[in-house]
């Protein structure tokens, strides 16, 4: 088994010297990022071509410039990022100094996925960067070509120091989680990120998960079917099904299925004509996840469009299965790949019923030109994510947390979250040499007195409606006023950060 314990003692070394702290270190890895992705950008295209044959638009905006944006962010706001949170300070601590500092947590772990081999690696990388780290990434080996682009162009562009890539597969992994680190990233699949979070808890290591599920789609009749079909095609065939938050499966009522599948498909031969040649249409990363989805086909409902299947070229054609129960194979794992599965229910409410009888799903759509329907599943559900008539677009919002709930992932990242995710939220009470007579009033001996004084000082009270709201603030302002009169205390306060 591979040893990475020198490796570990040099990242340890780099990371002690202090050097990524400062707000010039991160700057110059970020900018190295930045031209990583810029110099590489027909090279990056030509890997996902090899790995996934991403269209070369889908690699551009999903991978390269969903990334690149988020790093833009980082780069304009990582100043402001980077300095002290000033926190409330109750009566007690008036004359004190609070605040949050966000302190790197030490060696940071990346484990990737192959699916978005560039955007979710690169981009929990250039957090951890931000957030002053030094960084092992390892990415996922099923992407081979992006997997060697990863490891032999990144890091040219970054202190070697104190970024190591590690391209391997399930050995090296393994060998890697036996490591201490103080931070792991992974993105995959649920059953590898409880074995991560096993090794993580070996050493309290604190972790994010980004794991997967069945994100489902209701679609309810008060709906323009044809956008419904347009938007929900698009999400499940991006990248050939292979998103972690394409939708998995549809639940409508049985009147408007029929109709719902004619509009699918002439989305589909509107997006894909002749789909087996057409350059935007991927394929599947390998046999094994092409044999795998074609028995979820063979094995589940009826096949209303596609169900094609070449082995020599991993491809899938876009298909859509009707008549489908909950018990077919379809509907009992994530299905990754091209393939809708239409269910017919009788309500929403059955739909409902249906979503919590499993796990909870990294996302959820609902279609309806009635809000109520939306607030209904809103109310009565739970998911990563939540989309109103569309799907995955939630994504591409910098100001919205990207992550998943109970099975489907722990902790979430994109723009100021991935900064504050690989940063320690450090709290700091700042306090002054003076005032010592006022303090000793918590000192012992204690006596009823003191506990009266400081209770008082202490208690808090419930919200208080209309103007007696403003009585504390009328009485302590005039204290204060007082205090500031006759002690001249102006001249004394503290700074703030
Ligand atoms: P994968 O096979 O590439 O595995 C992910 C990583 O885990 C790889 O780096 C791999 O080397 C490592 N790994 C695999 N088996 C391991 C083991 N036994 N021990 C230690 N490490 C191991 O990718 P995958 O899991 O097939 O990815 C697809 C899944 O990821 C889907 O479920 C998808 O929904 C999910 N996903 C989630 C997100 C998200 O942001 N939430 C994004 C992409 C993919």
Request: glycine share 8%; charged share 25%; net charge neutral.
């Given at each position: 088994?591979?040893?990475?314990?020198?490796?570990?003692?040099?990242?340890?070394?780099?990371?002690?010297?202090?050097?990524?702290?400062?707000?010039?270190?991160?700057?110059?890895?970020?900018?190295?990022?930045?031209?990583?992705?810029?110099?590489?950008?027909?090279?990056?295209?030509?890997?996902?071509?090899?790995?996934?044959?991403?269209?070369?638009?889908?690699?551009?905006?999903?991978?390269?410039?969903?990334?690149?944006?988020?790093?833009?962010?980082?780069?304009?706001?990582?100043?402001?990022?980077?300095?002290?949170?000033?926190?409330?300070?109750?009566?007690?601590?008036?004359?004190?100094?609070?605040?949050?500092?966000?302190?790197?947590y030490g060696v940071?772990l990346?484990?990737?996925?192959?699916?978005?081999?560039?955007?979710?690696?690169?981009?929990?990388?250039?957090?951890?960067?931000?957030?002053?780290?030094?960084?092992?990434?390892?990415?996922?080996?099923?992407?081979?070509?992006?997997?060697?682009?990863?490891?032999?162009?990144?890091?040219?562009?970054?202190?070697?120091?104190?970024?190591?890539?590690?391209?391997?597969?399930?050995?090296?992994?393994?060998?890697?989680l036996k490591e201490k680190f103080d931070y792991i990233?992974?993105?995959?699949?649920?059953?590898?990120?409880?074995?991560v979070m096993k090794a993580a808890a070996e050493h309290l290591t604190p972790v994010?998960?980004?794991?997967?599920?069945?994100?489902?789609?209701?679609?309810?009749?008060?709906?323009?079917?044809?956008?419904?079909?347009?938007?929900?095609?698009?999400?499940?065939?991006?990248?050939?099904?292979?998103?972690?938050?394409?939708?998995?499966?549809?639940?409508?009522?049985?009147?408007?299925?029929?109709?719902?599948?004619?509009?699918?498909?002439?989305?589909?031969?509107?997006?894909?004509?002749?789909?087996?040649?057409?350059?935007?249409?991927?394929?599947?990363?390998?046999?094994?996840?092409?044999?795998?989805?074609?028995?979820?086909?063979?094995?589940?409902?009826?096949?209303?469009?596609?169900?094609?299947?070449?082995?020599?070229?991993?491809?899938?054609?876009?298909?859509?299965?009707?008549?489908?129960?909950?018990?077919?194979?379809?509907?009992?794992?994530?299905?990754?790949?091209?393939?809708?599965?239409?269910?017919?229910?009788?309500?929403?409410?059955?739909?409902?019923?249906?979503?919590?009888?499993?796990?909870?799903?990294?996302?959820?759509?609902?279609?309806?030109?009635?809000?109520?329907?939306?607030?209904?599943?809103?109310?009565?559900?739970?998911?990563?994510?939540?989309?109103?008539?569309?799907?995955?677009?939630?994504?591409?919002?910098?100001?919205?947390?990207?992550?998943?709930?109970?099975?489907?992932?722990i902790?979430?990242?994109?723009?100021?979250?991935?900064?504050?995710?690989?940063?320690h939220?450090?709290?700091?009470?700042?306090?002054?040499?003076?005032?010592?007579?006022?303090?000793?009033?918590?000192?012992?001996?204690?006596?009823?007195?003191?506990?009266?004084?400081?209770?008082?000082?202490?208690?808090?009270?419930?919200?208080?409606?209309?103007?007696?709201?403003?009585?504390?603030?009328?009485?302590?302002?005039?204290?204060?006023?007082?205090?500031?009169?006759?002690?001249?205390?102006?001249?004394?306060?503290?700074?703030?950060?």
């Amino acid at each position: 088994m591979a040893d990475y314990s020198e490796m570990m003692e040099g990242l340890r070394k780099a990371f002690k010297s202090g050097v990524t702290k400062s707000y010039e270190w991160r700057r110059k890895q970020l900018e190295g990022v930045l031209s990583f992705l810029d110099d590489n950008r027909d090279k990056i295209c030509q890997a996902l071509k090899e790995d996934l044959h991403k269209p070369t638009l889908e690699s551009a905006v999903f991978e390269i410039d969903f990334t690149r944006n988020d790093l833009i962010e980082t780069m304009n706001n990582l100043k402001d990022w980077m300095k002290p949170e000033k926190a409330k300070r109750p009566l007690l601590n008036i004359m004190d100094t609070a605040y949050i500092q966000r302190e790197p947590y030490g060696v940071a772990l990346v484990i990737g996925a192959w699916n978005y081999p560039i955007q979710i690696t690169v981009l929990p990388v250039l957090g951890a960067l931000a957030a002053g780290n030094c960084v092992v990434l390892k990415p996922s080996e099923m992407a081979a070509s992006t997997a060697k682009l990863l490891e032999e162009d990144l890091p040219r562009y970054l202190d070697k120091d104190c970024v190591k890539v590690v391209n391997g597969g399930v050995p090296e992994t393994t060998a890697l989680l036996k490591e201490k680190f103080d931070y792991i990233f992974y993105t995959g699949n649920t059953m590898v990120g409880k074995i991560v979070m096993k090794a993580a808890a070996e050493h309290l290591t604190p972790v994010t998960l980004e794991l997967g599920g069945k994100s489902p789609v209701y679609v309810d009749e008060n709906s323009d079917l044809s956008l419904v079909a347009r938007r929900v095609s698009w999400g499940k065939l991006a990248n050939c099904g292979q998103t972690c938050i394409a939708p998995d499966y549809v639940m409508c009522k049985k009147d408007i299925q029929d109709r719902l599948v004619e509009e699918c498909k002439k989305a589909v031969d509107e997006f894909y004509p002749n789909t087996g040649k057409c350059e935007d249409y991927g394929r599947i990363i390998n046999e094994r996840h092409l044999r795998r989805i074609k028995k979820l086909i063979d094995g589940s409902g009826k096949v209303a469009l596609g169900g094609e299947v070449d082995e020599e070229q991993k491809y899938i054609s876009p298909t859509i299965l009707t008549d489908v129960k909950a018990t077919d194979p379809v509907m009992q794992e994530e299905i990754f790949g091209p393939v809708l599965p239409i269910m017919s229910v009788n309500s929403d409410e059955e739909a409902i019923n249906y979503i919590n009888k499993g796990e909870k799903p990294l996302a959820m759509y609902v279609f309806s030109k009635d809000h109520t329907v939306a607030e209904k599943f809103l109310q009565n559900t739970s998911s990563g994510g939540f989309v109103f008539n569309d799907t995955m677009m939630h994504a591409g919002l910098m100001s919205l947390p990207f992550g998943g709930v109970g099975s489907s992932g722990i902790g979430s990242y994109h723009g100021f979250r991935t900064f504050d995710t690989f940063s320690h939220k450090r709290a700091v009470l700042e306090r002054k040499h003076g005032g010592e007579a006022m303090q000793s009033i918590r000192y012992p001996p204690y006596s009823e007195k003191k506990g009266s004084i400081v209770s008082w000082i202490m208690r808090k009270s419930p919200k208080k409606s209309g103007l007696r709201t403003l009585i504390p603030y009328f009485l302590f302002g005039t204290i204060f006023a007082v205090l500031f009169k006759t002690y001249g205390l102006h001249n004394k306060l503290p700074s703030l950060h």
